[in-house]
């Protein structure tokens, strides 16, 4: 190491919020690691925000509470914040910074990487192909989960968005390959925390995860390299180690406040609520980083838990992030309040991979036109229910009181399962056809007639 | 290199340079010990504010900065069809080669290839007198492009040498123009500043539509070669995919399709298909006559604002060969961010939204970069931009799209609703418009059928009172309108399901030639007038629509395949039999 070169400097001119002014230095370069140590001895680490002639704007990642202006030493190390990784992390659980936080050492390393990653090159992308089974028909047969996805969770404070995830994180299955979760907790509760490693440990994977739990007391700043530890171990696994890797972010919201707090601070002009105009890329160099590459075995999925503000998709944080996911799980209040779990809502959920990944050869002949129909007599429900509102179910047509039937069929039998069961896709495509013929044969358009032959189920 | 100045202020991709000397506005300069590639925006004295296209991380203030003493240009040449580039034409495929899975700093790659020889055969002589934009000779660039090896623009004066038909690098000297003493050599590439639109001799009317096989695109909402089209939709409501589709099959000759700030997997998804399938007009792979630009999410930001310059500039260059050019921009909202997170380093006072307001020049700058034009040689050729639109939360009166609608004339409006059923493309046929109607109609006439415009907005008619119907349907159900209102609505179901919705996954029905197209709009139309009749007589809807022939409508778009169009055209007839028939 050069550290013979590490120049130390004492003294700020200014501290506001987590960020610090520095001047009369040299030779800094941006985005780079800096180590400041306080008074009492203590030492947290920082970023450089912005680097001019003889000066340094840095933010320091553990707050500034206890710092000084005249007393804290700061450190230059001249190159960007880099990780440690090593396939012993999983089984692992370590604060959002990194550091340990189950009592044991920490890991042997096999190489730093820098946590900002690089952008994949596009044409070095495999496209996402074999799908991931979560045992959820809702994903499976609707919205089919692929490897090398990245499908955020739009949820809703309340919303069993957790228990969903943890779910996936159990049930799912990679054929024939080895599979890993790396689970990033930014700002949640130490309850949600609990919950996770809890489930994990009960359903006997904990030795294929590994945890970065910035939890909600930690400074708000260490959120906004949670994710960046989580992924750039996830690259590791994933392209050098072969594993696949599912990546699970919660709560993305977080995240973006953060942002928006250090934004605010450093007096940037705002673009919507208060949200950087960057925001945006930001959000996609966090997302981008899911996939598959050209030669390479393992592939990167990512799940990112987004709460929707007020349950607004509109919001910035799921509408951006909507923009550059593939697709998007919504959870519903209205089927959550009824009691149907997974609240999987059926109109707004979509997975953009699933085309490419559906059908003969690679699930079943039929499940695309059943995933299509079943989505297009779901949508005739709703406007049938919207009418049934204001003129009354009796005085509708006995074709739109069977759609109301398969409605409420399909929410009761085809979207509901119990958190613990684990229906394989074979049995939700059954059970898609087993309410999609409560309608007439002649409304079902969307799939092919030898289909209807095959799979409709007559009934006396 | 010469030095230009020191690095002074490191900003996320803005840098603030200081004691520069002889540096131009918009001069490209490399920054740092690493060379990465920057644009001058701004000069203040001695310092200049440069952004630059490659991450940042690590440059120090001090570190050196080099003039190139040019504006940013991109090479022009046999080459560049088939090649995936990213927003500064660095070729991706070469670096992929050279450094592997993820994109370095600081790569040096030259955008076409040296090694690479191209058979030139000269189409004029020593002796003759040339001007800028002039065709000195061709190569065959591709099976379906024919490149043609034009004089520079600045260039004009006498051939003295025309190099032989031969086989020739793109560096290599292929004539010589001599102007008033002043020799000038041309060679197989040349270089133009991206900022800078080519010159034509004059832009010429638009008349010709650009046929696209999408039915409610070609037959409701047209698009002109020449034109520009604005395809606005929230999340998840098709923009790309309509992209790609029109990208596929679109009759342009050549098609640049700009990937800005968008997935990186969709740019994998095009150019794996793009390698595999068949131009189905002239029997090739798509990929020999489309470039692709990717500037994804996650790369510089700098770098994707310039990446739909670098995308016109590439599309002018094929317009002056005499080509029509589809420039596909996917998405202009992602590129108008760029614009607003540089502009926000810069200091600059924000407007609406944090936008800069030059926001608005800039967007017409560009679209009217797009036209039909008589180029320098004398030949037709076109450039249609087909820009896609991501106003945030689905809102179309934010700034990007309420601003890019006032430089566009054709609007394809993105429905959320229409995507939520899964009814694709989820172009809403209430918000959508095409000026280009007037325009074009004459092709139609001469190539299809006199009669499109009458029925095209005998069409539009009924969804305007299907439009209105369906607010009294809302409130108290179908089943108490009167039976001609019925078929109102009933015809514009059928409509949506058979002429509208269109499956890009399915192999017939991801494509239908204007011929197709008008042989459905007027089976649909043959049967809403025959069920008229009978619905006067008292024969109630549910009657019709057991018919076997109504089933052979609503799956006509699946059926008839392009080579059965003649079994096609006797349907209306068909249709009107059996509805006779029912009458009596």
Known sequence: MSDYRLREYTGFEEIVGPIFLIRNIHNVGYNELVEITDEKGRTRIGITLEVGKEFAVVEALGGTSGFSLRNCRVKFKERPLSIGVSEDMLGRVFDGLGNPLDGMPKPVYEHAMNVNGLPINPTARDYPKNIIETGISAIDVMNTLVRGQKLPVFSGSGLPHDLLATQIARQAKVADERFCVIFAAMGVKYDTAQFFMRSFRESGVLERVAMFLSLADSPSIERLLTPRLALTCAEFLAFEKDLHVLVIMTDMANYCEALRELSTIRGEIPARKGYPGYLYSELAGLYERAGMVRGKRGSITQLPIVTMPNDDITHPIPDLTGYITEGQIVLERELNNRGIYPPIAGLPSLSRLMKDNIGSGMTRSDHPSLASQLFACYAHVKDIRALASIIGEEELSPLDRRYLRFGDEFERRFLSQDPAQRRDLEEGLTLGWDVLSLLPPDELVRVKEEEIKMHYKKRT | ??????????????????????????????????????????????????????????????????????????????????????????????????????????????????????????????????????????????????????????????????????????????????????????????????????????????????????????????????????????????????????????????????????????????????????????????????????????????????????????????????????????????????????????????????????????????????????????????????????????????????????????????????????????????????????????WWFAHVDREWVALRYLVMDLFQQEERLSQVVKLVGPDVLPQKQRLVLETCALFKNAFLQQSAYDAVDTYASPKKQFLMLKTILEFYQQAGKLVQQGISIEELRILPVYKDMIRMRFKYTEEMLEELARLPQRVRQSLEELSF
Not at chain 2, 183 to 195: D, G, T
Not at chain 2, 217 to 245: E, N
């Open chain 2, 1 to 442: 290199m010469l030095v230009a100045g020191k690095v002074f202020r490191v900003s996320g991709p803005v840098v603030e340079v200081e004691g520069v000397r002889g540096v131009r506005m918009l001069d490209m300069v490399e920054v740092g010990r690493e060379h990465l590639i920057g644009e001058v925006v701004r000069l203040k004295g001695e310092h200049a504010f440069v952004q630059v296209y490659e991450d940042t991380t690590s440059l120090k203030a001090g570190d050196p900065v080099y003039s190139t003493d040019a504006p940013l240009s991109v090479e022009l040449g046999p080459g560049l069809i088939g090649t995936i580039y990213d927003g500064i034409q660095r070729p991706l495929e070469v670096i992929y080669e050279q450094e592997g899975i993820f994109i370095q700093r600081g790569m040096r790659t030259r955008p076409l290839s040296r090694e690479k020889k191209w058979s030139f055969l000269p189409k004029r002589k020593s002796g003759d007198r040339i001007s800028g934009g002039e065709v000195i000779g061709e190569v065959q660039e591709t099976s379906l492009i024919l490149h043609k090896v034009l004089c520079p623009p600045e260039v004009r004066g006498t051939l003295i040498w025309v190099a032989d038909a031969g086989e020739y690098h793109i560096d290599e000297k292929i004539a010589v123009v001599e102007e008033a003493g002043e020799s000038r050599e041309v060679f197989l590439h040349q270089r133009w500043p991206v900022r800078n639109p080519r010159p034509i001799k004059a832009k010429r009317p638009i008349e010709v539509p650009l046929l696209t096989g999408q039915r409610i695109i070609d037959t409701l909402f047209p698009v002109a070669k020449g034109g520009c089209v604005a395809v606005p939709g929230g999340f998840g409501t098709g923009k790309t995919v309509t992209q790609h589709q029109i990208a596929k099959w679109s009759d342009a000759d050549v098609v640049v399709f700009v990937g800005c700030g968008e997935r990186g997997n969709e740019m994998t998804d095009v150019l794996m298909n793009f390698a595999k399938l068949i131009d189905p007009r002239t029997q090739k792979p798509l990929l020999e006559r489309t470039i692709f630009i990717a500037n994804t999410s996650n790369m510089p930001v700098a770098a994707r604002e310039a990446s739909i310059y670098t995308g016109i500039t590439l599309a002018e260059y094929y317009r002056d060969m005499g080509y029509h050019v589809a420039l596909m921009g996917d998405s202009t909202s992602r590129w108008a961010e760029a614009l607003r997170e540089l502009s926000g380093r810069l200091e600059e006072m924000p407007l609406e939204e944090g936008f800069p307001a030059y926001l608005p020049s800039r967007l017409a700058a560009f679209y009217e970069r797009a036209g039909n034009a008589e180029t320098m040689s004398g030949e037709r050729g076109s450039i249609t931009i087909i820009a896609s639109v991501s106003p945030p939360g689905g809102d179309f009166s934010e700034p990007v799209t309420s601003h890019t609608k006032r430089f566009v004339r054709c609007f394809w409006a993105l429905d959320k609703d229409l995507a939520n059923a899964r009814h694709y493309p989820a172009i809403s046929w209430t918000s959508s418009y095409s000026e280009y109607i007037d325009d074009i109609k004459g």
